[in-house]
């Protein structure tokens, strides 16, 4: 049995296909929105890591869009789950594995909180024994960043959104300078 591939047409123009049965306006084709919330990944971290912007973003996750088969794999990569389970089925919640996954994302992300706001050298060595334990279980745990604190974190390269804005020299020196 040959294995499946897929292949890419960029260049030829889309082809409306007829939905299934029951299929409609309100019909739900994925559950994006839900697994990315479950993984306790933000909005801005998928945009980061899918190279689109939020807007966008919004707009693939709204479980009526119809996506294609490329952009749900970048999504399953993003979210590091099987691609079946973010396909809406029957209404049935998440998958026992998934489910689990987000609730050890979660559990890391708190101990590495606790890590970053340990006082005490006892509290510090409790929380880095309680990553050691996680990451023992869950060995892709290691990539888990810790609870924002304030705002969105982020690299000593980046800039924040402040940094873009243009200020115009009338709110820095009053509307009736004269030149």
């Known amino acids: 049995m040959a294995s499946a ?14 939905l299934p049965l029951g299929s409609g306006p309100g019909r739900r084709l994925h559950r994006i929105q839900a697994v ?3 993984q306790g990944m933000s909005l801005r971290t998928a945009a980061r890591q899918l190279g689109i912007d939020v807007r966008a973003i919004r707009a693939q996750e709204q479980a009526g869009t119809d996506l294609r088969l490329s952009d749900l ?12 389970e973010l396909l ?11 489910a689990e996954r987000a609730k050890m994302v979660r559990i890391m992300k708190t101990a590495g909180s606790l890590l970053e706001s340990a006082e005490s050298p006892a509290a510090r060595r ?28 982020r690299s000593l390269e980046e800039l924040g959104r402040v940094a873009e804005q243009v200020i115009d020299d009338s709110a820095m020196f009053g509307h009736d300078m004269v030149e």
């Open 5 to 18: 591939e897929v292949y890419a047409f960029h260049d030829a123009p889309a082809i409306p296909l007829p």
């Open 88 to 98: 809406e089925e029957s209404g049935e919640p998440l998958s026992r594995p998934v």
């Open 126 to 153: 409790m929380a880095e024994n309680l990553i050691e334990q996680l990451c023992d279980v869950m060995p892709e745990l290691k990539e888990v960043s810790p609870w924002h604190t304030v705002g969105q974190r």
């Open 73 to 84: 794999y970048r999504w399953q990569q993003a979210l590091e789950v099987p691609a079946a």
């Open 36 to 38: 990315r919330i479950q």
